[in-house]
């Protein structure tokens, strides 16, 4: 069984749809926000559709499954007696969230254990861990799936900071801290929400898409990790070569993209791709600046950034460059400026699109 904060988009095309694909769970998802979504997948059995649409290895994948993983929701809100009976349950394996970066904080109102439904995601998933250590049960895993580097890192030390201020010490405290299976993990998949075009499309209301490609890093060498067969999960002792390579070839070339596209006319990621010139330049660009300076360092760059490629040719997909260019500076400072000087210490010489495109930058 499988506890799990949040039942947006992103984790049902994602850890949902694992589940699925490797007959394990049954999945229970919390929703912790205002919405209806729990009630539609209550009303669905927990049963919905993902739609498969992309490129992959040069090949237009569209394709439909079925997601059978979710036994049903969960309203924190009213029904937390419930979400600690399934703490208490001894099938529990792991605990799963998507909260955001915002749900990675404290709040005030959470200040007393015996408050009723606890406010924070923090101290909701104390009060689970609490339930079920004093339940004498064996430890969950906890696999936070936020787009944060060092999330559980982050997360367990707010789970800390809130036993603290509940002032739970001693055993529990221990078990929680370090029985516990806490894994850092990175998540790499675009699911925008229901596709473009779809024959349920008005029908299901639970619809999604998702793209063909999706990589789940996981801080961990255990085989017992429950999503370690699936082919998309590679478990690793040190994930951040995965976070290194996403953020030099896959964020890098969106964040290159803005650059070269200006005053271009294209709008989009596709456009750019699609276009002689511009796709050109950026397939030389990662192939001959960008992944040198990785090989080594990271698992097989240059196949990622061929899937990069294909992920950016989606035809199923309208990536704005206006969007990716939110935050510019502080983005070309993370993913170009890096590349550059890497290229530069390495090689001897400047890579001379990088050079270029910074200009005085560099």
């Known amino acids: 069984m ?6 947006g988009n992103f984790l049902r095309g994602f850890a949902d749809l694992f589940a699925d694909e490797l ?21 669905s059995g927990g049963r919905y559709h993902v739609a498969i649409q992309g490129i992959k290895e040069g090949r237009v994948v569209d394709e439909t499954v079925e997601v059978r993983s979710i036994a049903g929701a969960l309203i924190a809100a009213t029904e937390w007696e419930e979400v600690l009976a399934v703490a208490r349950d001894p099938r529990l394996v792991a605990i799963l969230s998507n909260t955001t970066e915002a749900g990675y904080s404290l709040e005030e109102a959470d200040a007393r254990r015996d408050l009723g439904t606890p406010i924070s995601f923090p101290a909701k ?9 004093e339940a004498g ?4 895993w906890i696999v936070p799936c936020e787009l944060i580097e060092g999330n559980v890192d982050r997360l367990k030390g707010l789970v800390l900071a809130q036993a603290a201020r509940w002032g739970l010490v001693g055993e529990i405290r221990e078990w929680i801290a370090n029985q516990c299976r806490w894994v850092n993990t990175l998540v790499d998949r675009i699911v925008p929400g229901p596709p473009r075009q779809h024959p349920l499309l008005g029908i299901e209301p639970l619809l999604i898409m998702a793209e063909p ?20 999960v590679v478990l ?8 290194l390579r996403k953020i030099r070839i896959l964020n890098g070339a969106h964040t290159a993209l803005v650059y070269r596209a200006l005053g271009t006319g294209l709008e989009t990621v596709r456009q750019c791709l699609d276009d002689p010139e511009v796709g050109a330049w950026l397939e030389a660009l990662l192939f001959e600046e960008v992944v040198p300076v990785l090989e080594g360092r990271c698992d097989d760059p240059s196949g990622f950034a061929r899937a990069v490629l294909d992920r950016f040719r989606n035809p199923f ?12 500076e502080a983005k070309v400072a ?21 050079a270029a495109l910074l200009g005085a930058n560099a």
Not at 25 to 43: C, E, K
């Open 2 to 7: 499988i506890l799990q904060f949040g039942t």
């Open 23 to 43: 007959g394990i769970g049954p999945v229970v998802a919390v929703q912790s926000t205002d919405g209806d979504r729990g009630a539609l997948l209550n009303r």
């Open 125 to 133: 998933l104390l009060a689970v861990l609490v339930a079920r250590g």
């Open 137 to 140: 049960l064996a430890a969950p």
């Open 213 to 232: 490609f999706a990589l789940w890093a996981v801080e961990t060498l255990d085989p017992g990790f429950p999503f370690a067969g699936h082919p998309a």
């Open 236 to 243: 690793a002792a040190d994930i951040s070569p995965y976070s």
């Open 317 to 328: 997909l309208e990536h704005r460059l206006a969007s990716i260019a939110l935050n510019h």
């Open 334 to 354: 993370t993913r170009l400026l890096p590349t550059l000087r890497d290229y530069c210490e390495r090689f001897g010489e400047s890579p001379p699109r990088l």
